[in-house]
């Protein structure tokens, strides 16, 4: 009889299981074992019954790693499935992350209602957006838009928009594709236009330092593009200490063994804004986005950051 060789522990979204199921899948595929080998373990988050408050003033990203996190300390589960850019970019002591999976579409999907575009939308139209990054990148293009806070998962999100709750949203791609719901996307974002949060569109894996078994199992699922990407992407955030607190964007892309980095950090009133940008070889991922973040922080100067607090 099959015993389960690896417990999963996931949020309990349909999205959170989707990216859980995936990267069984991938396991599955890569070792030649069969599903009963694991074992899928929905865990609830703070962060998930939180819903009547932004997340920037509850806490932080946090707030939806810190029971999966608890559990894999514990040993209750043996890896944690996470959205790459819900991770905070310190982990607690004795955990890492040990796998990135492919990554998928980072642009943003809009969904109007009372347009099809973004730009479109009729003046004062209202906006829902749980993040501070889109907020803000809304009202740099759209100063006259009002801008809400639209908490909720996917369906949520989307049973409020039919609602008339507000005239449009956004969502990313990676996450609709996910769920077989990217039809709805009325415009898709460009890049140059509308950068995406670091690590959008990823999933990674976090283990226990240490337990060299679940990472040799993890290592053949590794994608290592989106490693090194994400090293980059989550080497930016540190340096600028990046929280829900901060509307930050940050994007790396590899071509063979090259990176390419351009980062933006953004006043949550969209009004004043600073890029930066780095590339270099792969190897030096994590060292092009600190470099980067580093770069910003001294251009924005200190009176930037003194609103975020």
């Known amino acids: 009889m099959q015993t389960t060789v690896l417990k999963i522990g996931t949020r309990g979204s349909a999205l959170a299981l989707a990216q859980a199921t995936e990267t069984r899948a991938r ?15 929905p865990i609830a ?7 009547d408050r932004p997340l920037s003033e509850a806490g932080g ?12 300390l514990d040993g209750r589960v043996d890896i944690a499935v996470h959205s790459s850019k819900d991770m905070p970019t310190v982990l607690p002591d004795g955990l890492h992350l040990s796998a990135f999976l492919p990554r998928e ?7 109007g209602r009372a347009a099809s575009r973004l730009l479109d939308l009729p003046k004062g139209s209202t906006v829902g957006s749980s993040s501070l990054r889109r907020q803000a990148l809304i009202r740099r293009l759209r100063p006259d838009l009002q801008v809400v806070t639209f908490r909720g998962n996917v369906q949520t999100r989307l049973r409020k928009l039919d609602e008339g709750v507000v005239a449009g949203t956004l969502l990313a791609n990676a996450g609709l594709r996910r769920l077989s719901l990217d039809h709805v996307i009325t415009e898709l974002l460009p890049i140059d236009l509308f950068p995406p949060a670091p ?25 290592r593009p989106t490693s090194q990407a994400l090293a980059c992407e989550r080497a930016f955030l540190a340096a600028l200490d990046g929280s829900c607190r901060t509307p930050i964007a940050g994007h790396a892309t590899i071509d063979s063994d090259r990176l390419a980095f351009k980062g933006l950090i953004l ?43």
């Open 199 to 223: 690590g959008q569109g990823a999933i990674c894996v976090e283990s226990r330092i240490g337990d060299a078994a679940t990472d040799g199992l993890l290592d053949a699922i590794n994608h």
């Open 45 to 51: 988050t703070t962060g998930d019954r939180i819903q």
């Open 267 to 309: 006043t949550p009133d969209g009004r004043e804004a600073h890029e930066a940008s780095g590339e270099g070889s792969a190897s030096d991922a994590a060292a092009i986005g600190r470099q980067a973040g580093e770069a910003v922080r001294a251009r924005a100067g200190a009176s930037f950051f003194d609103g975020w607090s």
């Open 105 to 111: 579409d980072v642009r943003d999907g809009f969904i």
């Open 61 to 72: 990203k946090g707030l939806f790693t810190k029971e999966l996190e608890e559990a894999l």
């Open 27 to 41: 396991l599955m595929e890569a070792h030649g074992l069969p599903e009963e080998a694991f074992a899928i373990v």
